[in-house]
């Protein structure tokens, strides 16, 4: 699996858009990208994933670069309750079921 | 719909000693995995079942085993506790759809010290 940058921290305030960079320049063209966030105490939660349209639901936007180097998801209105850790991973679809977490982005969502 | 649950919630070992932690997964879902969270060491995959058969296993060693039950839940075994074993371990379930695979549901954990 490619492995993926993300930033240590960065803060929001509420009611902001949060935007989370994820640098996978070694991405092959069958790996997928994913985001899971753990918020403390708690197990992760599945956010969004996406091959190289940008995608989005109830609780997020994907944005893939076109060289799919690089990807941002994107929480539209930042929440005291998104305060997490956010996880981008970068695998193949069905890759023996695991996933691979990385050291994530501490996002902290101040009022 | 009731979500991955796993018990106990804590659990205090000594060294040397054996623990147990069990796991249901989702209605409906057929694999489960296992991840251990060290402190400062971030998440590890442990191990993955599926259709009770152990599908993959991690950079563990033997004495981290498991087993999947007919009603797909499951149990991880820790022989021989270390005080590195010390860890909130993880479980999580995915449906049986191979395309759903990469999307896997967590539970709260089991916060195991080892003392």
């Known amino acids: 699996d490619a492995k993926t940058t993300q930033p240590p921290s960065m803060d929001c305030a509420e009611g902001r858009a949060a935007n989370l960079p994820c640098n996978h320049s070694t991405i092959s063209g069958n790996e997928y990208v994913y985001w899971y966030r753990q918020i403390h105490s708690q197990g992760p939660q599945y956010i969004i994933h996406g091959l190289k349209n940008n995608e989005t639901n109830e609780m997020a936007s994907l944005i893939i670069t076109e060289d799919r180097k690089s990807s941002t998801l994107i929480l539209p209105h930042a929440t005291l309750r998104d305060t997490a850790v956010y996880y981008c991973?970068?695998?193949?679809?069905?890759?023996?079921?695991?996933?691979?977490f990385g050291a994530g982005t501490q996002v902290v969502v101040t009022p | 719909e009731a979500g991955v649950t796993q018990s106990p919630t804590h659990l205090i070992k000594t060294r040397g000693q054996q623990a147990t932690l069990r796991c249901s997964p989702i209605?409906?879902?057929?694999?489960v995995y296992w991840y251990q969270q060290a402190l400062g060491l971030g998440l590890q995959f442990l191990l993955w079942y599926d259709e009770g058969e152990e599908r993959n296993r991690g950079n563990f060693p033997p004495r981290f085993s498991g087993r999947q039950f007919p009603n797909y839940s499951s149990e991880l075994n820790v022989n021989a506790l270390e005080l590195e074993d010390s860890a909130l371990y993880l479980c999580?379930?995915?449906?049986?759809?191979?395309?759903?695979?990469?999307?896997?549901?967590f539970g709260a954990g089991t916060r195991l010290s080892v003392l």
């Open positions: 999580a379930s995915s449906p049986r759809d191979p395309k759903a695979w990469d999307i896997q549901y």
């Open positions: 209605s409906g879902h057929t694999s």
């Open positions: 991973i970068v695998r193949v679809r069905n890759s023996w079921g695991k996933l691979q």
